[in-house]
């Protein structure tokens, strides 16, 4: 860094400026003013956007550069995208430099990629294919990637034999347009009318589900194509989800083949997990034991695991530790499944109702906070699970003091999670909460000397809840 410091072994003033500027979490930037008074604790979110030209940074410079944002937005053509002060090209993979005033008045689309990420990679076959078709049919359009790739030489290499253009790698026009479009993830495609406006801010997934159908990406013909996944989502059974061409079975120990027909009148569980996933080992524990409570109760229940693992070996090892079925490794409907329900990380759980419809695609949350007791994760469920929190506080005071936090008041409060600063174990829904110093307690905790008889309070076993464990991202490990 070129920059000055506080030195490490000054842990009292480090502490204090902790507690001045609120510091939760890092990265923080506090950015100061000449006279030291605080300009703004976004930092952090005014360099990524802005970098220099933000300096010095106050409010008016930050409102004058949104207002050329917007001044620009409402002025955009292709011109002001994709031309810089020193091009006005974009360029073939055998290096030809083709002019941006030859793509106005197509369709054009920004694919935004990094070649050697696997998603991109995927996605790319995908596109080449539509792209030829759309090409072969005569259609006046366009594809230009957008490389993000921070190495020109890899990039040069897996840019061989793409047959759409692209900008220079490393231009600095290629950061512009991710902050000017506010891009956050891999692959991303943007259309661009022929006036030069924007059509549509990502229509990857788009691409991903339906292919060329989607041409030409416009608002009715995307309302079109939503219509029709309305009426396939209203028809959904669990053999048109889980029955392929080659396969209408699912594995249970030993490979045992169960077929899909012997499920169909269950609850259905898919569990989207990986061996190589710290947060889905870490899941597993809390999953099985609600399977087991459920199974006691309802034999019309049962969970399929569909596994991310990267070979065989991994997928046997893990699957080995789980009472309930599997997809067999590598089965192309994992895939499918995947795209169906727009599964975006791991681990995920999807619940299917008894007649093949999607109930929820959020049951993980459900089985974290409310174990067995989210069964069968209807709405109706959810609600009644509510109410019955709401009505168990009725009684309970709205304020209460404790040794373990004499300095101030705790006040009860709603939190969908936290991990009780007196117990240390995972709560739900209610909590005594001190919000200047992020402090919870769990009611049981809280009440503990002076109300042990109102019964359980949390509403769940202590000792089922899933410990704080590894993390990827978060609570999840996002697709590499």
Avoid at 105 to 120: H, N, Q
Avoid at 252 to 274: Q, T
Avoid at 438 to 461: I, R, T, W
Wanted: charged share 30%.
């Amino acid at each position: 860094m070129p920059w000055l410091a506080i030195p490490f072994s000054d842990s009292e003033t480090r502490n204090r400026l902790d507690k001045l500027f609120d510091v939760s979490g890092i990265p923080h930037l506090v950015i100061l003013d000449e006279n030291g008074k605080e300009l703004t604790n976004e930092g952090v979110v005014i360099i990524r956007e802005y970098e220099a030209k933000g300096f010095p940074f106050t409010p008016e410079r930050i409102q004058e550069l949104k207002e050329q944002e917007e001044e620009a937005k409402r002025n955009q053509s292709l011109k002001s995208l994709l031309v810089s002060p020193s091009r006005d090209y974009v360029i073939r993979s055998n290096g030809e430099k083709v002019p941006v005033v030859e793509l106005e008045g197509k369709i054009i689309l920004l694919y935004f990629s990094i070649v050697a990420y696997k998603e991109s990679l995927d996605f790319t076959l995908k596109l080449v294919e539509i792209y030829q078709e759309l090409r072969k049919e005569g259609e006046n359009f366009e594809i230009v990637m957008i490389p993000l790739d921070d190495e020109e030489s890899s990039f040069k290499k897996k840019f061989e034999g793409i047959p759409w253009l692209s900008l220079p790698v490393l231009d600095k026009t290629c950061a512009k347009l991710v902050h000017y479009f506010e891009l956050s993830a891999l692959p991303i495609v943007v259309v661009i009318g022929p006036d030069g406006k924007t059509i549509h801010p990502n229509v990857a997934e788009v691409i991903e589900d339906h292919g060329r159908k989607a041409y030409p990406f416009t608002s009715e013909k995307l309302a079109e194509i939503e219509e029709l996944e309305k009426i396939k989502r209203e028809s959904q059974t669990l053999e048109s989800i889980l029955v392929s061409e080659d396969s209408d079975f699912v594995i249970g120990k030993e490979g045992v083949k169960v077929r899909v027909s012997e499920l169909v009148g269950k609850n259905i569980l898919l569990y989207f997990s990986a061996h190589w996933c710290p947060p889905c080992r870490a899941f597993l524990p809390k999953l099985i034991e609600a399977y087991h409570e459920i199974k006691a109760k309802d034999d019309k229940f049962e969970v399929i695991f569909i596994s991310s693992d990267r070979d065989q070996i991994s997928f046997d090892e893990f699957f080995s530790t789980m009472p309930w079925l599997a997809i067999p490794f590598g089965d192309k409907r994992k895939l499918s499944l995947s795209r169906l329900f727009k599964v975006q990380g791991i681990p995920t759980l999807v619940a299917v109702g008894p007649t093949g419809k999607t109930v929820t695609t959020g049951a993980i949350n459900l089985i974290t906070y409310h174990g067995a007791d989210a069964y069968p994760f209807t709405e109706e469920r959810i609600k009644e699970i509510e109410e019955h929190y709401e009505k168990m506080a009725e009684e309970w005071p709205k304020k209460v003091r404790h040794a373990l936090h004499e300095e101030h008041e705790l006040d009860l409060s709603k939190h969908a999670g936290y991990y009780c600063d007196g117990c240390s174990e995972f709560g739900q829904w209610w909590s005594f909460w001190c919000k200047e110093c992020d402090f919870d307690l769990h009611p049981k905790c809280a009440l503990s000397d002076k109300d042990k008889d109102k019964g359980d309070v949390q509403g769940e076993d202590e000792e089922k809840n899933p410990k704080e464990g590894w993390t990827c991202d978060g609570d999840m490990c996002h697709k590499a």
